[in-house]
């Protein structure tokens, strides 16, 4: 992938109309989103620091992961009291369990949404 290539695609993840499509070969839009339905990632949030992505199938493209883990964080960071719900030690083990349960439900719905967003994003 080139280097207009990401920058393309970086614009893409927060705004469709900063680089119209049309000026990047067909290809190289058409070989991403079709690599990135392969990908798969996993993050953590530590209880003190920045969240992060572990790549658990690669694209292949170091650069598209990178894309694709970024939108899984923005995920983390859209959801961190859903998240906080989870780890609190304090609630009854029962409602921790479904809160837990409703962490995963629902980082695993953001996660493919954004994905999905993004291989549209590069489809286009």
Do not use: K, Y
Request: charged letters at 30%.
């Amino acid at each position: 992938m080139t280097g207009a290539s990401i920058l393309f695609l970086l614009a893409a993840v927060g705004s469709q109309d900063v680089v119209p499509s049309e000026q990047l070969p067909e290809s190289t839009i058409t070989v991403s989103a079709e690599r990135l339905r392969d990908f798969r990632g996993r993050w953590h949030l530590p209880e003190a620091g920045s969240a992060t992505c572990e790549i658990r199938r690669s694209t292949g493209d170091d650069e598209l992961d990178q894309l694709a883990c970024a939108a899984i964080i923005q995920c983390v960071d859209e959801n961190l009291s859903t998240i906080a719900r989870g780890r609190d030690r304090s609630l009854p083990r029962d409602e921790r369990r479904a809160a837990t349960a409703q962490t995963r439900e629902t980082m695993r719905a953001c996660s493919a949404e954004r994905l999905t967003d993004l291989e549209e994003r590069l489809s286009v």
